[in-house]
Each structure stands twice: as structure tokens, then as C-alpha cells.
């Protein structure tokens, strides 16, 4: 199990949390494990930005965002060079912590499509 450090986000997770998730786990389902229920609009496809998330330490032990999670993630509120969509980044063997952003753009939500 890989120990992965969320910061506190104000509706999601006040306090923050450490919850431990097990290897080639993506980080959005070991939130959702956790209780932490991060917004997954396209049910973990890879066809929207709400699970985005910004890996404040760990990022370089991720494997490479494929190109279509880079496209995607060019739409996503408050873009980071450290931004991930927790959908489809997978936990390894190196903690991580995880900040969840403020806020998030549901495309479908909002007539956007």
C-alpha cells in the first residue's frame, strides 16, 4: 500500500487525510474508497476535467499522461505543471500528495459540450 496525503479542500475533505491506496490504483478511485467524493462527471473515461487534481510531491514517480488526458487537462480550472486527472493517474509505490482544486469545470453541468 502506497501512503497518498490529501490537503484539506473545503467541501471535500476539511481536516486533509492520509489514506493508503494499493499500487496501479488510480488516485481518483482511492479517493472515492476513502469517502472522498471527488466529482468523476465521465465516470472515470477520460472524457472530462472533474477529477482533476495537482500532485504537490510524488508527480515525477507517476507514468506519463497520455495525450488525450494532455488535451483534457488544457480545459481544466487552475491548470498546474504538476496537474493530473485523478481518473487516470495510478498510484505506484511513491507517496503522494494530492491537492485537490477549488473548484472544477463539469462541461456537460454547464451546457458546455
Not at 490529501?6 to 482511492?30: M, N, R, W
Not at 497520455?66 to 496537474?83: F, H, M, N, R, V
Request: aromatic content about 2%.
Amino acid at each position: 500500500m502506497t501512503q497518498v496525503i490529501v490537503l484539506p479542500h473545503v467541501e471535500l475533505c476539511p481536516e486533509g487525510t492520509v489514506i493508503e491506496a494499493p499500487q496501479g490504483e488510480s488516485i481518483c478511485d482511492a479517493l472515492l474508497g476513502a469517502g472522498i467524493e471527488i466529482e468523476h462527471a465521465c465516470e472515470k473515461s477520460c472524457a472530462c476535467t472533474t477529477c482533476h487534481v495537482v500532485i504537490r510531491e510524488g508527480f515525477n514517480s507517476l507514468e506519463a499522461a497520455e495525450e488525450l488526458e494532455e488535451d483534457l487537462l488544457d480545459k481544466a480550472w487552475g491548470l498546474e505543471p504538476t496537474s493530473r486527472l485523478s481518473c487516470q493517474a495510478k498510484v505506484g509505490t511513491t507517496p503522494l500528495v494530492v491537492e485537490i482544486p477549488r473548484y472544477t469545470i463539469n462541461m456537460a453541468r454547464e451546457g458546455k459540450r
